[in-house]
Nanobody, 123 residues
Framework: QVQLVESGGGLVQTGDSLRLSCEPS????????MAWFRQAPGKEREFVAA????????NYADSVEGRFTISRDNAKNTVYLQMNNLKPEDTALYYC????????????????WGQGTQVTVSP
């Protein structure tokens, strides 16, 4: 079992930046492919970004491409989501996720999930 702990959410204004962090609790992040998802009120959870366990491969949702950057520091056992130029439509509960398999498309359902961290972007 992998427990994921997110941090870094908050209330910001349009155009601001925010960095989310996620750490697996009690185990190494090695060999785990990591991802971020988000869920806005009244909407389904959606994919945001993914990174392979080596950090060599990344994928992004079209809506965040060019504004968000996913990265990982295996030595610190932490994965990050740097979010720049935030927009009100980025407001959501952001979830960190992990799986031994890498993101494979819209039907990908990671095995492990965090509790989420709230990001709110005011107009």
């Amino acid at each position: 079992q992998v427990q994921l702990v997110e941090s870094g959410g908050g209330l910001v204004q349009t155009g601001d930046s925010l960095r989310l962090s996620c750490e697996p609790s009690g185990r190494s992040m090695n060999y785990l492919n990591m991802a971020w998802f988000r869920q806005a009120p009244g909407k389904e959870r959606e994919f945001v970004a993914a990174i392979s366990w080596t950090g060599g491969t990344t994928n992004y949702a079209d809506s965040v491409e060019g504004r968000f950057t996913i990265s990982r520091d295996n030595a610190k056992n932490t994965v990050y989501l740097q979010m720049n130029n935030l927009k009100p439509e980025d407001t959501a509960l952001y979830y960190c996720a992990a799986d031994r398999k890498y993101y494979s498309g819209p039907n990908f359902k990671p095995a492990y999930w965090g509790q989420g961290t709230q990001v709110t972007v005011s107009p």
